[in-house]
């Protein structure tokens, strides 16, 4: 599987953004897919999760009522809709894939896209 994201920018603090991660590949629906995020000097952190079928998700507190993922298996794409920024968002969002259902841990997936910046500005 090949991931690429897009759809990072700058905005304020208060607007919305939506990044997109599109897949390789005629076996999308069967994997896992999450979304992380890396600010600078942090680590690696979970933002959201979502089940093959798109059935199920999960949140990082931090984003829970903000950010929605969602993914369309007919496009081979994932998505994360991100309101209320706030500047602690800013990092590089990555999105990732996995065999069978999402993890909250960045070492569970085994494939990666390349990262996209978000900056949001106070």
């Known amino acids: 599987v090949q991931l690429q994201a897009s759809g990072g920018g700058l905005v304020q603090a208060g607007g919305s953004l939506r990044l997109s991660c599109a897949a390789s590949?005629?076996?999308?629906?069967?994997?896992?897919m999450g979304w992380f995020r890396q600010a600078p000097g942090k680590e690696r952190d979970f933002v959201a999760g979502?089940?093959?079928?798109?059935?199920?998700?999960y949140y990082a507190d931090s984003v829970s009522g903000r950010f929605t993922i969602s993914r369309d298996n007919a496009k081979n794409t994932l998505y994360l809709q991100m309101n209320s920024l706030k500047p602690e968002d800013t990092a590089v969002y990555f999105c990732?894939?996995?065999?069978?259902?999402?993890?909250?841990?960045?070492?569970?997936?085994?494939?990666w896209g390349q990262g996209t910046l978000v900056t949001v500005s106070s």
């Open positions: 979502i089940s093959g079928s798109g059935g199920s998700t």
């Open positions: 990732a894939a996995r065999p069978n259902g999402y993890s909250t841990r960045w070492k569970d997936y085994n494939y």
């Open positions: 590949g005629r076996t999308f629906s069967t994997y896992g």
